[in-house]
């Protein structure tokens, strides 16, 4: 078989926290920070979170070097790739219909569902659709649940069934139940979805009404009678289901039209559903001494109605029973394939690799600007790699949307990567719909690195046992990190002795992130020798968490100077602390968020915050200036408020002190008592600046100061409206401020901050 969804996500690890002890960082006054604590080592309480990383799987000329096996692609935006139809497994065997005609707001819902076993599978556009169809078998279940939302009961009366169309029947693929695990799977990228069919299948009910379509005139379905079911009536606050058998022996794709009367309170609707349906199943059967037979849904599921046999089809003994083989089938589906074909990428343009050589040595002489003009060249000319290279140099540079834009160009051509760091994407945007969605075609390109991503949403929507078998299935091929996740999940369900096993056997197979978390084990249980030994490991295989713990432990006992080496190491991939400096966030009215290349490993951030501390110890400023700068800007909180400190205490550039505040007010889930903290400190050196202490007076500062005070009260009390008697007071003192100090930029602060207190009533 050609199809299934296989299994899928990117290079996704956990990340590990540095489990702050909670350092008091209120401003008070115009001393603004305490002195920040320092943490110690502390395991993830989670198997995964939002990738760090996307896939680089390409050479120097542009070629996609990742050796992963993918099977023959049947898309879902375009016609199959091979020829002949795919045949997938059905995870989803009830699929709702809209009903239409019920324009006003009736005193009821109706709603209609499909239940079958096969379903021939048309993507959009194939059929002169824009959505694409699903078309199921004769004899299914079409479900009408009829429910009563008003104090009258709801009646339906009648149905009426007209075929408005017999088109010929043009599918991709089909869909079938699986009602139990087939004996052999020789492809292992269908395990997973047959194991999803298996639980999503359930028998059809006995239909209440047949509907036979080939019968002309239109058959009707109405008054009440010994052999139907109508009327249908539904109590006030009740619901009522009337099961429907649609039948026919035409294999054309039959459109048909159900209309239904309703009657309640003296009024009648008359709603529809556009519905379809065939008899061609589009399997066969395959014996040694004759030719392939088309095989009837009856024959094939026994609970789909057949009016030839009302009573319904003989169960089959186990003798009956056919072997059951799930496998990619060949291109001409003479043919079964242990592995899957791979998809080619789409062809490339002529002049792309010349164009993506001539970018990457510009990449590598650090024109960027001139590598990605020509990377966009090749890219706008249709070539996939250029586009996927593209994509990452945006990427790295922040431009997480124009990433995104060009890695959708690269997966149009079939560059199976593209969709793993398009799920990453999704991830950190918190969709994870469309990860998932992204995830699942990445599977459906045969590529089981795409199992450890899909792995994390699942976990991430409470699904832990499809995540462990994905990441099972997973680890078993070497990929990297789903052993490491499978861990971290037995360690937080409890079962110690197991995630041990694959902690160690994947730090054995040069997962540094595992070697880590075996640091962690070895911390925790008493054993230092051995946290030495596995953060050693981590730290030598170019990993910035165990070069941090590993520094974080020499420090705790008296080996500053070594710690200090291992944190500068780790803290490289930030960039130099003389660029940092260099470099400052965006002023207030800027709103928009401060980075310093791409998306950081945790170790590499806790690295240059430690660095910064230990040089604040020592009062060196201008060093602790550096290295905070660094970690700041990929949003490390204790960086940032210490940045503010040592503006605002060391420097005294309040300007720089309020524009890592505003900074800090963008910061995604920074705690509540921190800008609480920053509120009631720029508060107070508000009124400091105003002339109420030992400072002199300065309305301007004071107003910019007071400014940042009610931005961080009003953004507390979207979340807790005990904090807006602080905001109130905060704008009040700012426009007084702004008065007093007859600055245009503070009068327009006023403006602002009170229009905003007004709109909130």
């Not at 030719?291 to 003798?319: F, K």
């Not at 490991?537 to 006992?557: H, I, K, N, Q, W």
Request: hydrophobic residues 40%; proline residues 7%.
């Amino acid at each position: 078989m050609a199809g299934g969804a296989v299994l899928a996500a990117t290079d996704v690890r956990a990340w590990l926290p540095y489990a702050a002890v909670a350092a008091v960082s209120a401003l008070s006054g115009l001393t603004a920070l305490a002195r920040p604590g320092r943490s110690r080592p502390g395991p993830a309480a989670e198997p995964a979170g939002p990738p760090s990383e996307f896939r680089d799987a390409t050479a120097e000329d542009g070629r996609n070097t990742s050796a992963r096996t993918s099977r023959t692609e049947s898309r879902a935006d375009a016609t199959p790739v091979a020829p002949g139809r795919s045949v997938y497994e059905m995870t989803r065997p009830v699929r709702p219909v809209p009903v239409q005609g019920l324009a006003d707001d009736p005193p009821f819902a109706v709603r209609a569902a499909v239940h079958s076993h096969v379903a021939h599978i048309a993507s959009p556009g194939l059929l002169g659709t824009p959505e694409a169809v699903h078309i199921p078998l004769t004899g299914h279940n079409l479900l009408l649940t009829l429910t009563a939302t008003g104090p009258d009961e709801v009646v339906l009366r009648s149905l009426r069934a007209e075929v408005t169309d017999r088109p010929p029947l043009r599918a991709d693929g089909v869909a079938l139940a699986r009602p139990r695990m087939p004996d052999l799977v020789m492809s292992a990228d269908l395990l997973e979805s047959a194991q999803r069919a298996v639980r999503a299948y359930r028998r059809l009910r006995s239909p209440d009404v047949a509907v036979l379509l080939d019968h002309s005139p239109a058959p009707v379905l109405a008054e009440a009678g010994a052999d139907t079911a109508l009327p249908l009536t539904a109590a006030p606050g009740a619901s009522a289901t009337l099961t429907c058998a649609p039948v026919t022996d035409d294999g054309r794709w039959v459109r048909w039209r159900l209309t239904a009367e309703i009657a309640c309170a003296g009024r009648v609707w008359r709603p529809w559903w556009d519905l379809a349906v065939t008899a061609t199943t589009g399997l066969a059967r395959f014996s040694p001494d004759a030719a392939p037979t088309p095989a009837p849904v009856h024959a094939l599921y026994h609970d789909h109605y057949d009016p030839r046999a009302p009573e319904g089809q003989r169960a089959p003994s186990e003798t009956d029973r056919t072997f059951q083989v799930v496998a990619h089938t060949s291109r001409d589906g003479r043919g079964v394939l242990e592995m899957p074909s791979r998809p080619e990428p789409g062809p490339e343009p002529p002049g792309a690799a010349e164009a993506i050589r001539r970018a990457d040595a510009l990449t590598r002489a650090g024109d960027l600007t001139g590598a990605a003009e020509a990377y966009r060249s090749a890219a706008e000319a249709g070539s996939g790699q250029a586009a996927y290279l593209l994509a990452g140099l945006a990427r790295n540079q922040g431009d997480l949307d124009g990433a995104a834009h060009w890695y959708e160009r690269a997966a149009a051509r079939r560059v199976p990567a593209a969709y793993d760091n398009l799920g990453v994407l999704a991830m950190l945007r918190g969709d994870l719909d469309e990860a998932e969605r992204w995830y699942r075609r990445g599977m459906d390109a045969g590529d089981w690195a795409a199992a450890v991503g899909l792995g994390v949403v699942r976990e991430k929507r409470g699904d832990e046992a499809q995540a462990e078998e994905l990441w099972r299935l997973a680890g078993k091929r070497d990929v990297p990190n789903a052993d490491q996740n499978l861990a971290v999940l037995y360690e937080r369900q409890g079962r110690h002795r197991e995630a041990g096993e694959l902690f160690t056997r994947a730090a054995g197979a040069g997962d540094v992130q595992a070697a880590v978390r075996l640091g962690f084990r070895c911390h925790e249980a008493g054993d230092r020798d051995g946290a030495e030994r596995w953060w050693h490991t981590a730290a030598d295989a170019g990993s910035a968490d165990g070069a941090f713990y590993l520094g974080l432990l020499l420090v705790s006992e008296g080996r500053a100077e070594d710690g200090e080496r291992l944190w500068e190491r780790a803290a490289a991939h930030l960039g130099t602390p003389g660029r940092a400096v260099a470099r400052t966030p965006p002023g207030p009215e800027a709103g928009t968020a401060y980075r310093i290349g791409a998306a950081a490993e945790p170790g590499e951030v806790y690295a240059a915050y430690e660095l910064g501390l230990l040089h604040w110890e020592r009062d060196d400023h201008d060093a602790a200036l550096a290295w905070w700068t660094l970690a700041a800007g990929t949003g490390h909180v204790d960086s940032v408020f210490g940045l503010c400190q040592l503006y605002l205490n060391v420097r005294g550039d309040l300007a720089e002190c309020l524009r890592w505040g505003y900074f800090a007010l963008d910061i995604e889930g920074v705690p509540a008592d921190r800008v609480a903290a920053l509120a009631a400190g720029m508060r107070e050196v508000a009124e400091q600046f105003a002339g109420a202490g030992a400072y002199e007076s300065d309305p301007g500062a004071a107003a910019e100061a007071c400014s940042l005070a009610a931005e961080a009260y009003r953004r507390l009390t979207a979340h807790d409206s005990a904090h807006r008697p602080a905001w109130e007071e905060a704008v009040r003192r700012l426009v007084a401020l702004a008065e007093s100090s007859g600055s245009p930029r503070a009068r327009q602060q006023a403006a602002s901050a009170a229009a905003r207190l007004r709109t909130t009533g």
